[in-house]
């Protein structure tokens, strides 16, 4: 677009980036100074989903003279707004899925393998009343160029610049530059499994819960309501499952992998820290490697018999071209695979993926808890396509509607 055909409120979004930009631009040469100044390090501010990050407590109240307002998340440190956000560049799915649950699910211009998570995503967002969400056809931005994102011209860039900047072909200077020139950074993705992060941001990165990273993308946008209502089900979700979850010595054995094929087979740890395990670590499964196994490594059918799991959770299991008939066969047709226990008491479940957001986490910490713990939460239907099973409503763990209302603004 050319700067001298915009509207007065086209004008208006343009000083909110200048303005915005050369904040965060001064937030990264500083080493996220706001975060220096109040002695973080690299830690988690809490293991706990449900806790209320003090950054966003102090955020609600930093409202300066004309209307802005700043929020402040590691790695970016301090960031002024003129006015919320409209359109938004992602990266990852977790932070689409905020934007999406804050009602800007429109407004998203990228993100990872957007067809793929598209399909997944509305496997759920099918039992959503009156919500619909369409990332088909997004730019694509698990390697982002610098040109796009001019293309682009998003009002903010929701994604993590110290992972950014691990790609090739992006520096520090980058990351300012689009800063200043086109928006705001404001992201946090190593907090997925406590990474390192690395280069100048290796002694100021601070790790979230995903409900507190929620909750201060929440104040980046205004949507203090809509984030209160759902985390107001996300606490009673939790509450539900930790106040009737059994005694470790009678939980299952677990293994969480993905597989393109049946070959070759990646598993995940499930009670680590980081929002990838933010609906299995709830839950408390036992790991049936005993630790020996490290997360993300490749796995033989000998290595997983020898492991013999009570329940197998198989990442991405419900995308639409995922065929679970077809890999519980071959899991069941296999001499070596037959033996396990998940596979000879039918407790091969399909799961949906781990860069979840908090709609995704909703739903995901449902089905898991009837998967592992059937006898406390309820029988998980017997899945082979389609969307997320239609659950009787005095079986469900969570308010379907009570979510609708929040992505949609009647709350």
């Known amino acids: 677009m050319e700067r001298d055909s915009e509207t007065p409120s086209e004008q208006t979004r343009r000083e909110y980036l200048r303005y915005g930009g050369a904040v965060v631009a001064g937030s990264l040469l500083a080493g996220c100074s706001s ?75 990228a993100m990872h393998a957007p067809d793929y998570y598209d399909g997944l995503w509305n496997q759920y967002v099918e039992r959503l009343p009156d919500v619909s969400l369409d990332w088909t056809s997004l730019y694509s931005s698990w390697k982002p160029s610098k040109e796009k994102l001019y293309e682009l011209d998003s009002d903010i860039h929701l994604a993590d610049p110290a992972w950014i900047t691990q790609l090739d072909k992006w520096s520090q200077s980058d990351i300012q530059e689009i800063a200043e020139n086109i928006s705001p950074w404001f992201g946090n993705s190593l907090s997925d499994i406590h990474r390192e992060p690395t ?47 059994p ?64 329940v197998i959770l198989h990442l991405g299991g419900m995308e639409p071209k995922t065929d679970m008939v077809e890999r519980r066969a071959a899991f069941e047709e296999d001499p070596v695979t037959s033996e396990i226990a998940a596979v000879k008491n039918d407790r091969v479940y399909a799961q949906g993926a781990r860069y979840q957001g908090p709609i995704l986490s909703l ?19 017997t899945y082979e396509k389609g969307p997320y099973p239609e659950i009787p409503a005095e079986e469900q763990l969570f308010d379907r509607q009570r979510v609708s209302n929040a992505i949609l603004g009647n709350v």
């Open 35 to 109: 975060n220096a100044d109040t002695g973080a390090t690299t830690g988690e501010t809490s293991s706990d989903e449900n806790a209320t990050s003090t950054e966003a407590a102090s955020n609600a109240d930093t409202v300066a003279e004309g209307g802005s307002y700043s929020v402040t998340m590691s790695p970016v440190g301090t960031v002024t707004f003129e006015s919320p956000p409209e359109t938004v560049f992602t990266r990852l799915t977790h932070h689409a899925d905020m934007a999406f649950a804050l009602g800007r699910g429109d407004g998203i211009t």
């Open 247 to 310: 005694p470790k010595s009678e939980r299952p054995t677990a293994v969480m992998i993905a597989a393109a094929d049946i070959e070759e087979i990646y598993t995940y740890t499930m009670n680590t820290p980081g929002f990838l395990t933010a609906h299995t670590r709830p839950l408390g499964p036992r790991d049936a490697f005993e630790g020996s196994v490290e997360s993300n490594s490749v796995i033989d059918f000998e290595t997983l018999l020898e492991a013999d799991p009570d």
């Open 199 to 245: 280069g100048e941001w290796a002694n100021n990165y601070e790790y979230y819960g995903l409900w507190e990273q929620f909750e201060l993308v929440a104040e980046v946008f205004r949507e203090r309501t809509r984030y209160e209502e759902l985390a107001a089900v996300n606490e009673q979700l939790r509450s539900t499952i930790e106040t009737n979850l």
């Open 363 to 381: 739903f995901q910490l449902e089905m898991t808890a009837k998967q592992l713990y059937p006898d406390v939460f309820g029988e998980w239907p």
